[in-house]
């Protein structure tokens, strides 16, 4: 077990170097610089301009930037960001807890709809319930996020004014973040109104950010219990008299759990890219809209310093569900 | 009386007829032994017995009573409280009969906690008593096993202990052997026969294996493609069998066989759905067939000896084979 721990964060290292080439490539590769956007379209003086590069450390050659920027990050230091000149890992981090609760929402939503779905479904396969929820997941698979996120907006939050559009909470309550997260802080500040109205503005992006996660798991547990079900030992629990909720929701749901998890696993990265989107969509203060506006405004530090951070999250998040998926596999956990 | 009672039972997947009017009887603590080659619905009758049958397959008999109760007027409920009770199953794969996820002593003890409920250590104690009675070795250990840290012999015997778990009256074997090594194969047989005459149970034996049923059937029912084809008495079905069917399956006993280089198989197929010939089933196989065996359909005739679904059975004396 340990040795398999080790060598997961072992990959870490390669992954971390590719990820730094590439961001660092490719944020360079959009055309303008930092210095025109933060000028803006007045204009600037050849001479002023170069000096301001200069600064920046931009006018270096793109090798000698490369290795200044990942020698930084192997000592924990991922710059400052050129606009805010504040540093990218302390941005990070006041933003970070609003996507953690976003996606956190987004995977709950995911999987308490996704799996009880996928069940029923495979238990009643072929009925109008199975061929719906099918349906429904292909459908909200194959929905662009932008799309779907304006049209529920323009439903709930126009036409039947039940949510708000944007934001995290109104802007009636303030108060100092604890925690980072709304729902936790709303109710701590025991201000009347302020967690219900975290709660609302939470619904809509939970949602369209869940709906592509919860596609896939419906899915997937449904293929897990149909393939399930025909095991032995399903039959065995059925000869022991047990009642179908056990047979299928301890016997069968038990092992068909084993791929579900590892796809839930694999839903981690999408639901990150998923919420760069969802954010922007819902001027939702968290990591993706921050990316966004830093690619905007090339903020290269900012950018480079948060793409590495998402993706190390994703990677431990992976390594977890894997540790997670040797505790529920007991066949996998004896091998090790 | 007899334990279990069954009349013109059919079980049907579409148009495939898997079980084709069947009848049988099993006495209290009998052995009966069920034979028939791949395909010919041993399985599928004890199944429906069980209440397992599932969709898209149909059962439908005149009657299946278990101790004077019909089970098929039963509810599910009713019936499910009968199922791994009174009559308890196991099967041909004891390495993935086992549920891979849980433990040796959950899947022992929730058979006991279902049906009998009890405390917690009382159901423990329980469990640890009965994987001593079935053979295997430091039973504390084991009941927190994972199957997959055992022998298909050790799982067998474990599938054995949670089918014997709330001393059913009618213990269901289809095939514990088949899957097995040869050494292990008698150690398993003795031991459901041991069990069989200390908790005094009916024991159904299926198998494809007439050695087997020679050494340990009271009686043996033949089956062919759904349908009963002979029963009798294992002594005398071995000494004499009436039906051309029967008779060829004995001939493909090793024993039997002994002094020829190969081991005679049977010629032919068991009919499935599209292939059923008019007339007796067997006919097209059938070494003894005449010409009107193809156009009218045999009945199951009861004699003095048993049953037998032939128009023209073997007698005694052209038997030696
Ligand atoms: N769930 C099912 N769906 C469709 N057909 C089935 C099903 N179960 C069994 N059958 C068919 O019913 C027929 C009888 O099968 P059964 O398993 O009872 O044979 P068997 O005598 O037990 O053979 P074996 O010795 O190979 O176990 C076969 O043709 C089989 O294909
Ligand atoms: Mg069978």
Redesign the interface.
Same mark, same amino acid.
């Given at each position: 077990m340990l040795r398999f721990v080790l060598t997961r964060l072992g990959i870490l290292i390669p992954t971390f170097i590719g990820v730094t080439l590439l961001t660092f490539a490719m944020i360079r590769l959009i055309p303008g610089d930092p210095v025109e956007l933060l000028v803006g379209e007045r204009g600037l003086d050849p001479v002023r301009h170069a000096q301001l590069r200069a600064e920046m450390g931009l006018d270096r050659p793109l090798l000698e930037q490369y290795w200044h920027y990942i020698s930084g990050v192997f000592q924990g230091d991922l710059g400052k960001s050129i606009v805010t000149k504040q540093p990218v890992v302390e941005e990070f981090f006041t933003l970070f807890p609003a996507t953690v609760e976003l996606s956190v929402c987004a995977m709950l939503f995911a999987v308490a709809l996704g799996i009880p779905a996928g069940i029923l479904a495979a238990a009643r396969r072929g009925s109008v319930f199975d061929h719906s929820v099918m349906g429904a997941a292909l459908t909200g698979y194959s929905m662009p996020i932008f799309w779907w996120g304006l049209l529920l907006i323009i439903l709930f939050s126009g036409i039947l004014g039940w949510t708000p559009v944007s934001g995290r909470i109104s802007l009636l309550y303030f108060f100092e973040p604890v925690t980072g997260f709304m729902l936790i802080d709303s109710w701590l500040s025991g201000e009347p109104g302020a967690f219900t109205s975290a709660v609302r503005h939470l619904i809509l992006p939970t949602v369209v950010l869940g709906t592509i996660p919860l596609a896939v798991i419906a899915r997937q547990t449904r293929s897990a219990m149909l393939e399930v079900l025909h095991?032995?030992?399903v039959?065995?629990?059925?000869?022991?008299?047990?009642?179908p909720l056990r047979v299928i929701g301890l @016997?069968a749901l038990?092992?068909a759990l084993i791929p579900v998890i590892t796809v839930i696993g694999l839903q981690v990265g999408v639901l990150f890219s998923g919420a760069v989107l969802t954010e922007t969509i819902f001027s939702w203060p968290g990591i993706g809209k921050w990316i966004i506006d830093s690619i905007h405004r090339r903020d290269y530090p900012s950018v480079q310093g948060g793409i590495l951070l998402i993706a190390t999250t994703v990677i431990i998040v992976n390594l977890l569900v894997d540790l997670l998926y040797g505790l529920?596999?007991?066949?996998i956990r @004896?091998q090790r | 009386m007899a334990l279990l009672e069954i009349e013109n039972l059919s079980v049907t997947f579409g148009a495939l007829r898997a079980v084709d009017g069947l009848d049988l009887s099993i006495d209290e603590g009998e052995v009966l032994g069920i034979v028939g080659e791949s395909g010919s619905g041993k399985s599928v009758t004890m199944l429906a017995v069980?209440g397992?049958i599932g969709f898209p397959g149909i059962v439908k008999a005149n009657a299946v009573r278990f101790n004077g109760a019909e089970l098929m007027h039963l509810d599910r409920r009713a019936r499910?409280?009968?199922?791994?009770?009174d009559i308890?199953?196991i099967?041909q794969?004891p390495m993935?009969?086992?549920?891979?996820?849980?433990t040796v002593g959950f899947q022992i003890t929730?058979?006991l906690k279902?049906?009998e409920g009890g405390s917690r250590s009382a159901r423990r104690a329980r469990a640890l008593e009965l994987l001593a009675q079935v053979g295997i070795p430091d039973p504390e250990r084991r009941l927190n096993s994972?199957p997959?840290?055992l022998s298909g012999g050790m799982n067998q015997r474990v599938?054995i202990a949670?089918a014997i778990s709330c001393r059913p009256q009618l213990l269901i074997a289809d095939e514990p052997t088949t899957a097995l090594d040869v050494t292990i194969q008698a150690q398993i047989l003795q031991l459901l026969l041991g069990l069989q005459r200390e908790y005094g149970m009916a024991l159904v034996l299926i198998t494809h294996d007439m050695g087997v049923v020679a050494e340990t059937a009271q009686r043996v029912s033949v089956m062919y493609a759904g349908q009963l084809v002979e029963e009798r008495a294992a002594a005398e079905l071995f000494a004499s069998p009436s039906h051309p069917y029967t008779h060829a399956l004995l001939g493909a006993l090793p024993e039997r066989g002994r002094d020829r280089a190969r081991l005679p198989t049977i010629p032919g197929v068991v009919p499935g759905l599209y292939d059923r010939p008019p007339g007796c089933l067997f006919n097209p196989r059938c070494t003894s067939a005449r010409p009107d065996c193809a156009e009218r359909v045999p009945p199951l005739e009861t004699t003095h000896q048993g049953r037998v679904r032939c128009f023209y059975p073997l007698q005694a004396s052209k038997t030696g084979v």
């Open positions: 095991e032995d030992y039959r065995t629990a059925r000869a022991k008299g047990l009642a @016997h038990r092992n529920i596999n007991p066949r @004896h | 069980m397992l499910r409280n009968m199922t791994g009770k308890a199953m099967f794969e993935t009969s086992l549920n891979p996820c849980f929730e058979t279902v049906h994972f997959h840290q599938m949670m």
